[in-house]
């Protein structure tokens, strides 16, 4: 099992997570399960709307810094339901989400596990400094734990 991403999409994930930065972008990947394999078709960047209305009450954490999309991020509800429509579609499923963890390691966070659905892909963007960007990619296992799962980079 693994997630393939092509060096023009691991790109513009490069790229989104540095014009975010110091702030953590997110987003969704689009694509095609190919034999358990998740293949990336479309990177769909979306808006951290961590701190947004009441999006950080919905998902409980409301003594967090309501603001600090920093350490935090959130997609947008309404987004995600049209991507998920645009998705159906186009016959394509969504394989999983992205974020950044700004000059912080490319870990799940323990609300990042809080949060996840089994059967996403998550893949991380380590981002330090707002330059060098390394990637790792998890999925939940049957105990409720993040295992890491491999990324097949390809071209172009
Ligand atoms: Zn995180």
């Not at 702030?23 to 951290?48: F, H, K, P, S, T």
């Not at 350490?71 to 049209?82: K, T």
């Not at 989400?97 to 912080?104: R, V, W």
């Amino acid at each position: 099992m693994v997630l393939c991403l092509t060096s023009a999409q691991t790109e513009a994930l490069c790229r989104h997570s540095q014009q975010a930065y110091p702030e953590e972008c997110c987003g969704v990947l689009l694509g095609q399960w190919v034999e358990g394999d998740g293949i990336v078709v479309e990177v769909v960047a979306m808006e951290n709307v961590w701190g947004r209305g009441e999006v950080g009450d919905l998902v409980g954490m409301a003594d967090r810094d309501p603001m600090d999309r920093r350490r935090n991020f959130a997609l947008d509800p309404q987004a995600f339901l049209q991507i998920q429509r645009t998705a159906r579609d186009r016959q394509q499923s969504i394989l999983g989400i992205y974020h950044s963890h700004p000059d912080h390691p490319a870990v799940p966070s323990e609300f990042d596990r809080a949060i996840a659905w089994p059967e996403y892909h998550y893949l991380i963007l380590a981002i330090e400094q707002g330059e060098r960007v390394t990637m790792k990619n998890w999925q939940l296992d049957d105990q409720g734990e993040f295992q890491a799962i491999p990324l097949h980079l390809a071209n172009p």
